[in-house]
């Protein structure tokens, strides 16, 4: 555990806000490779960076004040007291707002950033682990951990949920970088499949989690990641039955790049045949 990594001057630098910047740069770093490889202007994603830095943390705070209305004063402008699934929702639709002013399409822009956020999430998972909270529950497994330190600090050895789900987010990002796509057809259904899986990941994950259950024997966090689960794969199923093929649009890309060539090569040979006569 390493909350606080150093001080610059009357600054304490802690690990968390540290691996959430590192989250957000890993984030438009791979929102830039997924649209290069998909032939688009990678440019715009400072404007989108921007947009997912502001709604995501906005949207995170506003969930967890929401949903713990006792702590406003505590945690209305603390650096802690921030949830996922606000982030992600706040995130997403600041990014959606600024895909939709650019000259991207928005399902191509979803797609570029599906792998992102599950890379973002391991990042700043790391930094829960190195600041020791989101914890899990007690266990005797041997790679048990105590976080003496933690928020709230415990000196029993529990679960290192924050691993779990760093461990999740990777095979996740790996699913979607090499395994999906040879099955998905459709613009938009790769964004739709990253819901769907983080979800799944989620919801497995909290059942090493401390969170008491609200509903059914289930989580507030199960009962959201159902949700993602359900209109995740809602929205696979219908991005593939009415979405744009990628195929269809990557095929007609090389012809309108390639058509001015053909017309300069026409002109050229025409000119060859003139001088020839």
């Known amino acids: 555990?390493?909350?606080?990594?150093?001080?610059?001057g009357p600054l304490h630098i802690r690990s968390f806000g540290v691996m959430m910047a590192l989250a957000f740069l890993t984030a438009g770093a791979v929102t830039a490779w997924g649209l290069r490889k998909r032939g688009e202007d990678?440019?715009?994603?400072?404007?989108?960076?921007?947009?997912?830095?502001?709604?995501?943390?906005?949207?995170?705070?506003?969930?967890?004040?929401?949903?713990?209305?006792?702590?406003?004063?505590?945690?209305a402008f603390s650096g802690w007291g921030l949830?996922?699934?606000?982030?992600?929702?706040?995130?997403?639709?600041?990014?959606?707002?600024?895909?939709?002013?650019?000259?991207?399409?928005?399902?191509?822009?979803a797609d570029?950033?599906?792998p992102a956020l599950a890379a973002a999430y391991a990042v700043g998972r790391i930094g829960c682990f190195l600041n020791g909270d989101d914890y899990g529950i007690p266990t005797s497994l041997p790679w048990a951990m105590s976080f003496p330190k933690g928020t709230p600090p415990t000196?029993?050895?529990?679960?290192p949920t924050q691993l779990y789900e760093v461990?999740?987010?990777?095979?996740?990002?790996?699913?979607?970088?090499?395994?999906?796509?040879?099955?998905?057809?459709?613009?938009?259904?790769?964004?739709?499949?990253y819901i769907a899986w983080a979800g799944v990941e989620r919801f497995v994950v909290e059942f090493w989690r401390t969170n008491q259950p609200?509903?059914?024997?289930?989580?507030?966090?199960?009962?959201?990641?159902?949700?993602?689960?359900?209109?995740?794969?809602?929205?696979?199923w219908w991005v593939?039955?009415?979405?744009?093929?990628?195929?269809?649009?990557?095929a007609s890309q090389p012809a309108r790049r390639t058509a001015p060539a053909r017309k300069k090569k026409t002109a050229a040979a025409a000119g060859g045949r003139r001088r020839r006569t």
Do not use: C
């Open 155 to 159: 000196t029993a050895l529990v679960h």
């Open 42 to 75: 990678w440019h715009v994603v400072y404007n989108f960076l921007i947009a997912a830095m502001i709604g995501g943390v906005v949207g995170s705070k506003v969930h967890y004040l929401i949903v713990h209305p006792d702590q406003l004063s505590k945690a």
């Open 214 to 236: 609200v509903l059914l024997g289930l989580t507030q966090a199960q009962l959201t990641s159902l949700a993602m689960m359900v209109g995740g794969a809602i929205g696979v």
């Open 112 to 114: 570029a950033v599906a």
């Open 83 to 109: 949830i996922w699934y606000g982030g992600l929702l706040g995130g997403a639709l600041a990014v959606w707002l600024m895909a939709y002013l650019s000259p991207v399409r928005t399902a191509v822009v």
């Open 240 to 250: 593939e039955t009415h979405g744009t093929l990628i195929q269809a649009r990557a």
């Open 167 to 193: 461990f999740g987010s990777l095979v996740i990002m790996a699913l979607l970088v090499w395994v999906l796509p040879r099955w998905l057809r459709h613009t938009g259904s790769l964004f739709w499949s």
């Open 1 to 8: 555990m390493h909350p606080q990594l150093f001080d610059l």
